[in-house]
Structure formats: C-alpha cells, structure tokens
C-alpha cells in the first residue's frame, strides 16, 4: 500500500505526539518537525506508509538521543495485558470454539497501538477485549485460515505491538506450538514489540521468536534481515498482525492472513470495510490493488 | 498569535481540502502537498497563522491556475444567509434587545468557515444561527462594547466569510451606519469575503465596504495597504468576525473587539476557552500575551 495524500496530515501528528513523548524540550520538538516536513516533502509517495514512520521516528531519535521513547508505555501495557490473562484464557476454554474465540481476542488486541497517538485509555483496551469474545469479525475468512492452517508445516506469526503480542500468546496456544515461529521487530519504533518485549509476554518459553532485522514499523522484505526473509518466502502459512504489516504486505507476493483492527480511513478504504472494522482476511496474491492516489471526496 | 507544532496538521488538511476543490488532478495535488511542506518547513513560527494560510492558499491558485477556487462555494453560502435574512431580521426586531440579538446572529455566522476543512453542511448552519438568539455567550463583553459605541465617531468592522458577512448585515443595520466602514479582503483566499461578495450581500448599499489589500486570510497590518491601516488605526471602535482576524490582530496594539465562534484547539486555549464557545471579546493591547509553543499535553 502507497502513502495517501490523506497520510500526511496524520504524519504530522504521529510526529508531533512521538518528540512530546521523548522530549519536553520546544527547540527539539521544532528541529524534528522541520525535519519531517523536508522528509515529507521529498520521500516517493510510493513508498509504503510506514517507511515515512520509520523515518520520522529515526529523526526524533536521533534528535532527542533517545533510543526508545515509547519503552514505559510498552512496558505499561504489557503489565495491563498480561493482568487480562488469567481470565481470557478461562474465557476462551470455556467455548465451544476456543480457536475462534482466541482469533477474536487476538483481534481486538490490535487496539493497542500508538501509530495514530498515545491517548488511548487502559480501561478502553479492558472494554474492547472484553466484549470481543461476542462479536463477529466484519471480515471473515476465519474458516479458511482454520482449513490453511490444517496440514501446515510451518506458521510465521508477525507480532504488532507491546501488550497486544501478551494477548497473542492466547492464539499460539492454540496452535501447534512447534511449528509456530513469532516474529518482532528488529529495534525499537512506536510501541512495536521487540525481543524484549516477547520475553516479558513470555512467548520466547512458548515459541520460536526472532526479529525481523528491520525497525519500520510494518515488513518490508528489501529491509528486513535475508534470515527473515527466507523464513518470510518458505513459511506454510503467514498470519500478520496489525496495519503497518497490511500495508507493508499488501502487495508482498504470497498469501497472508491479516488479523488487524481498521483504525485508519485510508486503510479502511483500501481494504473495503469501515474504520473500527475487525477483520481475518486472506490475502493472495494481487488479489486486489489499489490504483487511486486518495480517498474518494 | 503565532503559528503552534499543533496547527501544523491542520495546515496540511486546509492543504488537501483546497487542492481537492481546486483540481480533481493527482499530479497536481501532489506537486501542491510537496510545495506545502517544504513551505511549512522553512517557514518562521513566529508568524501568525493565516500568513502560512495565504501561503498555501497561493500555491494552490499558482499550481492549478484557479484564481478563486472557493468561488461556488462563497455564492452557495451568500444564496443561503439571504434566505435566512428575512426571518431573523424579524426575530431580532420582536427581540428586548434587539442589539444583542444582532450581536448573537453575527457570532453564529462566524461559523460559516471554511479554514478547517469544507465538510459544512447547510442544515447545520441553518440550527447554529437560529439557534443562538437564546444562547449566552462564553465570554461575554457585550456591555463594554455597547458603551465603547455610544458616542463613537467611527467604527471599522472587519468581516471574515462570505455567507457570514449577509448575517453582519443585521448587526450593521443597529449601528450607526454613517459612520460604519466594512472591511473586506484584498483578493480570494478560502471563503474569505471579497468586494464580491460584499456587493452580493447588499452591504455596499448599506455602508461604506473597503478592502484591506491583501489576500491573507486574516488582517496582518505589515501586508495591508497603507489606506487600511490608517483607518484601521484612527477608527474610534475596531470590530473584528472571526479567528483569522483574531490570530492576526492579538498583538494589534490597540483595543479590538472580537466577535467568534472558537473553532480550534489551538485558539481556544489562546482565548481561554472550550472549541465551540461563541465569544464577544474586548482585547486591549497585551492585555494576555501567548508565552508558551503549543499545548499542553
């Protein structure tokens, strides 16, 4: 997926919220915000939205000398997922379906993202979760990710965020756990999880996890480390959690079911559903295409 | 006022909105949205907002060759307060006070605005303004401008929108209109009035209307022609509509009274109040100084 025209604005404020976050500083947050409007200004809008996010968030480190902003609100959420746990999980096997009941979890988790700010609110994340257990996806190709996933050999699982990778482990338990890699980030971005983060979620005691070698807040394969990549090409079945992988992968070349909540009108467009939306989509192969520059007006 | 971290977003959205009612062409959209950044980069923060406002405003003619793209628009909106005209004007008349109810009706049509974005619906401009005949204002210097009036010798009234400047009509009509002068913009920017629009409004036949010479969305004296300002400065009563002429003229050096309704974040905190106050407001010269770059978090 390009960048829109309608990502720009949202850039901005994504720029501004992340130099508040890492400095109180007025000067630095002028120098970064000048910064990002030249980088704008020039980057290829063909580029994937998120490799503008990862410029941005390489300015306000350098600038603020800050390596990782977001580290105590990741380490936050963590904490509050990982409080949601021990009842999830009773939850979950509790239904008829405990599979489709940890995808739905799963799902919802994605709302812990700071991509679009850091205003969220933990008893919102609590609700969301909650309630996700009785709703249905507005996207369901849950069936067909079930019956993929039946005979699989291998399953690449990319994470999203800090907290939502806590509420992951529900799904992988769910799966055959041996064939089951999980894949973070390369280095710190937004709150983006990394290895530091899985092993506080406790998954690297459950799975295999690596690192993509890349901190762009999504996968970009000619970023991302050739023992990723390889991993990336040959895996049986690729879930990928979140919008930054969606429009990083949208035109990757192979099958991936997006587990994601729609929290963006461009994605929301791009995809086919409203923002808020929670959707399992299988994704082939330039199964659809984006050929406008915009949404519609 | 000057230019916050947080107006910056909101330039690139008036950016896009103005290049969309421009051209339908995505080249040229781009080409505008690039020129806006690296403009919005380079520019000095210590200028008032609507100076980047014209700005991007004169990119958007230059790119796209439209001398006023917000013409139908402004004829829209001008057709829609002359019908409104006839009812209010008799609601105003049967009113105690008729003078404050002119006032309301003037704050309600600041509402007319096109800086933050086009999606204005007629319907919602219609309950605004019928509506405010019963509503308080949030701050409140109704009193001290009717006794600045009484025995005043010369009042310059500065209008903002079209649409908006039919509404002052009723409030021009409880003034002494021999010695009111309107003030309209220099050229076309956004839905700012011009000659135009004031003859359309009927209100070159009702008082003297000039222009300020300059196509700032807003009254910045140093791009105003010097006729302007010296009856901006000599005038006995300065009445100013609208947050253009309120972010311009904070630090005008004489006392303005401003008539608005609050539509920004940034200007509510500026002004002291909540985004949606409808304010009558006596401003002294540095009678409050902005000391701060950008709201607090």
Partial sequence: MKIFLDCIPCFLMQALDACRIATVDPVVHERIIRRVLHGLGDIPFDDSPP???????????EETGHPDPYHPVKARFNR????????????????DDPFAAAVRVAV???????????????????TAIDDSLSQVFDI?????????????SSILYLGDNAGEIVLDRLLLQQLPKDI?????????????????????????????????????????????SPAFVKRFQEADIVISKGQ????????????????????CPV??????????????????PNSFRTTERGPGR
Same sequence: chains 1, 2.
Wanted: hydrophobic share 40%.
């Fill in 267 to 284: 994605i929301a467009r791009d995809i086919g559903c409203p923002v808020g939306s929670r959707v399992v989509l299988q994704k082939k």
């Fill in 80 to 95: 509050l997922a990982q409080g949601l746990l021990p009842i999830l999980r009773n939850k979950i096997e509790s239904c």
């Fill in 180 to 224: 089951v890699t999980f894949v973070v980030r390369g280095a710190p971005v937004i709150n983006d999880a990394t290895i530091e983060d899985a092993e506080a979620a406790g998954l690297t005691e459950l799975v295999e996890v690596i690192d993509n070698g890349s901190d762009i807040p999504g996968t970009v394969l000619e970023e991302c």
């Fill in 108 to 126: 919802s988790g994605n709302i812990i993202d700071f991509a679009q700010g850091t205003g969220l609110d933990e008893s919102e994340v609590e």
């Fill in 140 to 152: 369901d190709h849950l069936a067909r990710l079930e019956a993929a996933l039946d005979g699989a």
């Fill in 244 to 263: 930054g992988n969606y429009e990083t992968l949208s035109d990757a070349g192979r099958e991936v079911f997006h587990l994601l909540k729609v929290k």
């Fill in 51 to 61: 490799q503008m996010g990862a410029i941005i968030h390489r300015i306000v480190r």
